[in-house]
């Protein structure tokens, strides 16, 4: 079925009750509708009862717990997504003769990346484009763009699965071994992946303890286990952990661009690269994306060109 999008309401509002048809079927039911659209179930129930009304046929088939389409629904359901979407498009084609960027650009990141970077290039977008405004979730839920009202959502991964989204590659999350000099001095330099059984590492625990770490080498990735007695589930603590002196962290290295720079950590087996990730920009598939989603999506690219010293424009 054609995508639904976020409709203006103004444009819009002489065809309230096919938004209030089409909202209810979408949300499965009359209570979940109206708190999406501001209004009361009964208000939702009375729409949709005239609307049958005027097209002497009923389109929905209502139980106590349970809303479904009727043969009818189901077709004049999927014209009202039609109407609707090329209603919108009008409405941004309208809008794209004026290719300021401007509005609110709701924006979806991970925690610690949001927390590091998004956040720094939103806000510095914002000193380009004054008319945005930003509103930016620093979560590591992966939110449904569409249905939860997100222009755009920065993610990492190592690949992401076709999701009918527009995927924009900004960058690799390299990562790097690290640690502080106090420890090594201590400790001593591994050498080699191996030698990393006989030192203290950090852990990271997105939801169990990951004590294996992956290592590319010219006969592919190789896993090497690792242990050690401080674990957590947020980089920024590993990070913090590495700078006290307690161990060896595996972390982005945007993460730890400026404790590098200092000499406030040391990279470890440079020579043995960390098996990495991807970020990526997403945002919803449309004939007539708009201009802050443009905008920000070159603005964000150039941030992490400049940042990390990569340049790649691959979709």
């Given at each position: 079925m054609p995508e639904r999008k976020k409709q203006s309401p103004v444009l819009l509002e002489g065809l309230m009750p096919l938004?209030?048809?089409?909202?209810?079927?979408?949300?499965?039911?009359?209570?979940?509708?109206?708190?999406?659209?501001?209004?009361?179930?009964?208000?939702?129930?009375?729409?949709?009862?005239?609307?049958?009304?005027?097209?002497?046929?009923?389109?929905?088939?209502?139980?106590?717990?349970?809303?479904?389409?009727t043969e009818a629904g189901s077709i004049f359901y999927e014209h009202c997504q039609r109407v609707l979407g090329e209603l919108e498009d009008a409405r941004l084609a309208m809008a794209a003769l004026d290719e300021r960027p401007k509005g609110t650009l709701r924006i979806s990141a991970p925690t610690v990346l949001g927390e590091v970077h998004v956040g720094a290039a939103a806000a510095a977008f914002q000193d380009?484009?004054?008319?945005?405004?930003?509103?930016?979730?620093?979560s590591d839920r992966v939110v449904d763009l569409v249905e939860e009202g997100f222009d755009a959502a920065v993610r990492i991964a190592g690949t992401l699965k076709d999701s009918g989204l527009v995927v924009r590659r900004l960058a690799a999350e390299e990562r790097v071994l690290c640690a502080s000099p106090f420890y090594l001095?201590?400790?001593?330099?591994?050498?080699?992946?191996?030698?990393?059984?006989?030192?203290?590492c950090l852990l990271f625990k997105p939801g169990r303890v990951v004590r294996e770490w992956q290592f590319q080498g010219p006969e592919?990735?190789?896993?090497?286990k690792v242990q050690g007695r401080f674990v957590?589930?947020?980089?920024?603590?590993?990070?913090?952990?590495?700078?006290?002196?307690?161990?060896?962290a595996n972390l982005p290295r945007y993460?730890?661009?400026?404790?590098?720079?200092?000499g406030a950590l040391v990279s470890l087996l440079t020579e043995h690269p960390?098996?990495?990730?991807?970020?990526y920009?997403?945002?919803?598939?449309?004939?007539?994306?708009?201009?802050?989603?443009?905008?920000?999506?070159?603005?964000i690219a150039r941030y992490f060109q400049r940042i990390l010293g990569q340049s790649d424009t691959r979709p």
């Amino acid at each position: 079925m054609p995508e639904r999008k976020k409709q203006s309401p103004v444009l819009l509002e002489g065809l309230m009750p096919l938004v209030v048809f089409v909202r209810a079927v979408d949300d499965k039911g009359f209570s979940a509708a109206a708190r999406r659209l501001g209004l009361t179930p009964s208000a939702v129930s009375k729409q949709v009862a005239q609307l049958e009304e005027r097209l002497g046929s009923r389109l929905l088939q209502r139980t106590t717990h349970h809303l479904s389409l009727t043969e009818a629904g189901s077709i004049f359901y999927e014209h009202c997504q039609r109407v609707l979407g090329e209603l919108e498009d009008a409405r941004l084609a309208m809008a794209a003769l004026d290719e300021r960027p401007k509005g609110t650009l709701r924006i979806s990141a991970p925690t610690v990346l949001g927390e590091v970077h998004v956040g720094a290039a939103a806000a510095a977008f914002q000193d380009f484009f004054p008319e945005v405004q930003v509103e930016l979730e620093a979560s590591d839920r992966v939110v449904d763009l569409v249905e939860e009202g997100f222009d755009a959502a920065v993610r990492i991964a190592g690949t992401l699965k076709d999701s009918g989204l527009v995927v924009r590659r900004l960058a690799a999350e390299e990562r790097v071994l690290c640690a502080s000099p106090f420890y090594l001095q201590r400790a001593g330099r591994p050498r080699a992946p191996e030698d990393l059984a006989q030192h203290e590492c950090l852990l990271f625990k997105p939801g169990r303890v990951v004590r294996e770490w992956q290592f590319q080498g010219p006969e592919g990735t190789r896993s090497v286990k690792v242990q050690g007695r401080f674990v957590a589930n947020n980089n920024l603590v590993l990070r913090q952990a590495a700078l006290l002196g307690r161990g060896i962290a595996n972390l982005p290295r945007y993460l730890v661009l400026e404790e590098l720079r200092s000499g406030a950590l040391v990279s470890l087996l440079t020579e043995h690269p960390v098996t990495d990730r991807h970020i990526y920009l997403v945002y919803p598939h449309r004939r007539l994306t708009p201009p802050k989603v443009r905008a920000f999506a070159d603005f964000i690219a150039r941030y992490f060109q400049r940042i990390l010293g990569q340049s790649d424009t691959r979709p």
